[in-house]
């Protein structure tokens, strides 16, 4: 494993996507069995994404952890997709971990409901559980969530808003198999702003395959802005990113 700073994100770089996986996990478990001690109950967020299995399914072998005592929610979801469709983040999640753990709530967004009322209801469920934990990772395109970076707002006012997705993260859909064709993917998304993510006490990045080199490389070593969203990591506390080896293969 190699590690290294950059501003306030800390890097760790690891051979394959199974050890990136396994010591995110235990750093994510660490933090939470941490939490417990102090906190009735805490507050998480988890991405959806394939990039995520290896972290998930880690987190899952993890003992010790109540995991009744934990709310999760997740960070974004597609417009108007029917809400029993395999590509609904809701619907990865659940096969993933939120029907694996007996958690205290879980909260989803609703692919099928109004989208301005839908945003306004999560976001006061947002407002009312503080984020303890954020598990997340970056698109093909720098984006956290989905917030593109023609969408993407350092200095947000809101919470959860609608958003049109650019081409790169559609392409990226279909890259990662979760649809044959780009003309398949949705246009349009419900989605965490960057402020919201960032709001999270601790922040933990998961980031593999050869497809995400040039973010990775953009968000440790470009201009910190919208332009590649995840490099609002480096101005954040509390932020580790896990690289494989092909992730992380265009830094110096």
Request: hydrophobic content about 45%; overall charge negative; charged content about 25%.
């Amino acid at each position: 494993m190699k590690c290294f700073n950059k501003d306030k994100l800390s890097v760790k770089i690891f051979e394959n996507r199974d050890l990136m996986g396994a010591a995110a996990a235990r750093d994510v478990a660490d933090c939470i069995r941490a939490l417990l001690k102090e906190k009735s109950e805490i507050h998480m967020i988890f991405a959806a994404a394939p990039s995520q299995n290896d972290m998930l399914a880690h987190l899952c072998d993890e003992e010790g952890i109540d995991w009744s005592r934990i709310n999760a929610f997740h960070m974004d979801e597609y417009i108007g997709l029917d809400p029993k469709a395999p590509q609904c983040f809701s619907n990865f999640l659940k096969a993933h971990i939120f029907d694996l753990k007996p958690f205290g709530s879980v909260n989803l967004i609703n692919a099928g409901a109004d989208k301005d009322e839908e945003c306004e209801r999560y976001a006061a469920l947002l407002k009312a559980h503080p984020i303890d934990i954020v598990c997340m990772g970056i698109g093909e395109n720098g984006h956290i969530a989905f917030n593109d970076p023609h969408v993407a707002d350092f200095k947000d006012e809101k919470l959860v808003k609608a958003v049109s997705l650019d081409e790169k993260c559609r392409q990226q859909q279909v890259n990662d198999g979760c649809f044959e064709k780009i003309e398949l993917v949705p246009k349009y998304a419900m989605t965490l702003t960057v402020p919201m993510l960032m709001s999270a006490t601790y922040k933990f990045c998961v980031v593999p395959a050869p497809t995400k080199a040039w973010a990775v490389n953009e968000t440790v070593n470009g201009a910190i802005g919208e332009a590649c969203p995840a490099t609002v990591m480096r101005i954040s506390d509390n932020c580790i990113l896990y690289c494989d080896a092909d992730s992380a293969a265009r830094l110096a």
